[in-house]
């Protein structure tokens, strides 16, 4: 195969900007309480909208199945052929932060500096140095009171965008790309109701990643635990030697749990960590909610173990208690998937070559829908989408990012239409 860039083409910046303004205004917030799929109904709002645009763009199997998931395919270019590409981006945002009624402010040409929001919040360049790299580019913030929703509304306005170029330039070389937009990753149930017969890719990429010109090849391993401690509720004013206070047990586990080590607040880098997120319940029955993280998934077995034995511990110094552990499976490292395909990065990889542009492949200390994806045999590393201070009221996107990221596929499935297993 020899490398060779395909035909440039001026990616509309101006109609990419206002397909995000229109999607981060529909509020999308997952809802982790919900038994329903999706998990809320701004979800399928969206889908339908999208859904709509993907027919105007004359994608004729455009559908969205009964789960709300979207799915279409832009067939190959005139006489091309090579292994169908796929596409994935989530429409769900973080319930961590209001996601509802979103206001986004569009900062023409940054000046540079810190960034004042309406709300009297601040982006600042100190907590956000990548500013400094962007002055003269186009950003797109919240007032600050909410999400702006880049994560991962950046990756379906990419996508989206892409569709529309390829549409309107058929002279670009690619094969089949099929583009598929999820529900609930947010929740870790984005690929829950993905059918990948349907799909029927040779690889995929989701458009889920920070920042720009980013290829994460390797993500932690993760399980998540539920710890319930029954205990025995009664009056206080005859409590004595009686009552089992589940709540003074659940924050008694959480004490006991490493706190200087092994936890979100003291590591970085390749260390995993076990992470309480809620503590709810009363005297009768409380429950810690834990995530377990790590590169390498063996130390999952070895959090779980520790989980447990801090449960017993607390049992025994609180007679009549009951405790149980339950483990969930969630995803695993992308980068054990990935060495059955090595051409999903080498290929993303010469795709920034070709088009001269410095790249770098990362370990992301979190996971995407291309992590189970490729534990389920579809190789999906991730690619960056200008979202930036994700689940944070300060998150901004930067459009001039979120633009390369168009070009940067637009190469990459030229590169894949000439690939032969």
């Not at 206002?18 to 809320?40: C, I, M, N």
């Not at 208690?321 to 080498?346: C, F, H, M, S």
């Not at 370990?363 to 930036?388: A, C, F, M, V």
């Amino acid at each position: 195969m020899t490398d060779t860039i395909s035909d440039r083409v001026q990616i509309n910046q101006e109609r990419l900007l206002q397909r995000f303004l229109s999607y981060v205004q529909v509020g999308t917030s997952a809802d982790p309480g919900s038994d329903d799929y999706p998990s809320s109904a701004g979800q399928r709002e969206l889908g339908k909208l999208l859904l709509e645009e993907l027919r105007q763009l004359t994608i004729e199997d455009a559908c969205q199945d009964e789960n709300a998931l979207v799915w279409g395919t832009v067939p190959a270019s005139n006489g091309e052929s090579g292994p169908t590409v796929a596409l994935v981006a989530h429409l769900d945002t973080s319930p961590e932060a209001p996601g509802d009624h979103v206001k986004p402010q569009v900062i023409r040409s940054y000046a540079g500096g810190d960034i004042q929001l309406p709300s009297g919040n601040v982006i600042d360049v100190a907590s956000c140095p990548a500013l400094q790299s962007m002055i003269g580019m186009t950003l797109v913030t919240t007032d600050g009171s909410t999400l702006l929703g880049g994560d991962d509304k950046a990756g379906v306005a990419i996508i989206m965008e892409l569709v529309a170029t390829l549409v309107e330039n058929p002279h670009l070389v690619h094969g089949p790309v099929k583009v598929l937009f999820t529900c609930d990753e947010e929740i870790g149930r984005g690929t829950d109701k993905i059918d990948l017969q349907k799909l029927d890719a040779t690889v995929a990429y989701t458009l889920d990643g920070g920042g720009a010109a980013i290829i994460d090849e390797e993500t932690f391993s993760a399980d998540a635990a539920t710890v319930r401690f029954e205990g025995h509720n009664i009056h206080p004013s005859i409590a004595k030697d009686r009552m089992v206070n589940a709540v003074r047990a659940a924050a008694d586990f959480v004490a006991r749990l490493p706190s200087d080590t092994c936890s979100p607040e003291t590591t970085d880098k390749r260390e995993g960590f076990i992470h309480p997120y809620v503590i709810e319940g009363g005297v009768g029955e409380a429950t810690v909610e834990i995530i377990l993280r790590s590169f390498e998934t063996e130390d999952l077995s070895a959090y779980s173990r520790q989980l447990q034995d801090t449960a017993d511990e607390v049992v025994k110094m609180m007679p009549g208690l009951k405790a149980n552990v339950e483990i969930v499976r969630q995803y695993r490292n992308l980068r054990d998937g990935l060495k059955d395909l090595p051409e999903a990065v080498t290929l993303a990889q010469q795709a920034f070559e070709n088009l001269g542009i410095e790249y770098r492949s990362e370990s992301i200390r979190g996971g995407t829908d291309g992590s189970q994806l490729t534990e389920k045999g579809l190789p999906t590393p991730n690619l960056s989408s200008g979202q930036h201070n994700i689940h944070a009221v300060t998150e901004f996107a930067c459009l001039d990012e979120m633009s390369a990221a168009v070009d940067h596929l637009v190469e990459l499935l030229s590169l894949w239409s000439q690939y032969r297993s």
